[in-house]
């Protein structure tokens, strides 16, 4: 059975189907010893070669889910130049090599999948899909009705920062329900209302919640978690 090249590139656990389709493009990645750079391209998976940097491409037979409670201080790049703790170095899969869904900077904890699943990572982060991700914020000074305006959007360089809702828990606390998750996006569209963030925790993600894992803990993915985040996870209704 044919799949897109990118598809195939994501399902071998190599890096998400976005970036394989940046890979392609590179002209970084051969079909039987040829270079190829359309993103409509095809293979047979039983039939085909497929390489990246001289070594041939294969599918994983067992695809491996994980939620991991990350702390603050810990990165969830692959690599990090001035050596400061990675997230991937808390979960230990034997044989496995798993890729984090999204990212969650080095100030922030919480919620992060990690899996080998290209596919499904590719359905919960790109934006077309709208998968919720839900955060509790914790900030220095009291909020204001002023915090309302997140809801309608606020001015960046890369267009409006908007939240799909937010729910008062106290003073100083909040959730809040993004569905594109951009880089450092809370803290940002919080700073241009004046609020300093104390602490950033995500909570949920799709139909998959965080629930009494501590940080540094993680455990893997249930089926049925799994099912409900292939079925629901870029259709989820906020609470």
Do not use: W
């Amino acid at each position: 059975m044919e799949m897109r090249v990118s598809k195939f590139i994501a399902q071998a656990g190599i890096t998400s189907r976005r970036k394989a389709e940046k890979l392609i493009l590179q002209g970084k990645i051969k079909v039987n010893g040829k270079v190829v750079k359309e993103l409509t391209a095809q293979v047979v998976p039983e039939k085909d070669k497929v390489e990246y940097n001289g070594k041939i491409i294969k599918i994983e037979e067992k695809l491996v889910y994980v939620m991991l409670y990350k702390p603050r201080g810990y990165l969830t790049a692959s690599s990090d130049k001035y050596h400061r703790p990675l997230a991937k170095e808390l979960v230990q899969v034997l044989g496995k090599r798993l890729f984090p869904v999204g990212r969650l900077d080095l100030d922030s904890e919480g919620l992060l999948l990690m899996t080998n699943d290209g596919d499904l990572t590719y359905k919960l982060t790109h934006p077309k899909f709208e998968c919720e991700k839900e955060y509790f914020v914790e900030t220095y000074n009291p909020i204001k009705d002023n915090v309302n305006a997140i809801l309608q959007g606020i001015p960046s360089d890369e267009g409006r920062l908007k939240a799909e809702s937010f729910e008062r828990v106290s003073p100083k606390k909040i959730k809040i329900v993004l569905k594109e998750g951009r880089k450092r996006e809370i803290r940002r569209m919080l700073g241009y209302l004046g609020y300093k963030v104390r602490r950033l925790k995500r909570i949920r993600e799709g139909p998959v919640s965080l629930g009494d894992l501590k940080p540094g803990q993680y455990r893997f993915l249930t089926k049925k978690e799994i099912a409900r985040l292939k079925k629901e996870g870029g259709n989820v209704r906020t609470r």
